[in-house]
């Protein structure tokens, strides 16, 4: 598997608020799993309509992959998937972009066109 450029992270508007000087540590579901939980182009609205169905806001941490070091590993999940996982706080200097999604009509997050 090739590593894409970039990975996603989507979380709620007041976990985001929580980065500081020393990173994001991620929501406290995120901390009791032990690593915080990201996506790839692929497999992030997937994601937002089984763990954040409705969230409003909602943001999508678009990362650069290689900025994450040793930390960034890719284990299965969903139907055997490999998922980024990032074991460590996530520097904001690997951070790229973020941006609230917004609800259409039936309640699915708009998505940017998103890159690999």
Do not use: K
């Not at 985001?16 to 939980?37: E, I, N, Q």
């Not at 990201?38 to 954040?52: G, I, K, Y």
């Amino acid at each position: 598997m090739s590593t894409p450029r970039l990975i996603y992270h989507l979380c709620r508007a007041e976990d985001w608020r929580t980065a500081g000087a020393d990173g994001y540590d991620g929501s406290p579901a995120a901390r009791a799993d032990g690593f915080l939980h990201l996506s790839t182009a692929t497999q992030v609205e997937e994601s937002a309509a089984r763990h954040f169905a409705g969230v409003q806001p909602l943001m999508l941490v678009t990362v650069e992959a290689a900025a994450l070091g040793e930390g960034l590993r890719w284990e299965p999940s969903r139907r055997g998937q490999l998922f980024p996982h990032l074991y460590g706080p996530l520097p904001l200097t690997a951070v790229v972009g973020v941006a609230e999604l917004t609800l259409d009509r039936e309640g699915a997050h708009n998505f940017p066109v998103l890159e690999d």
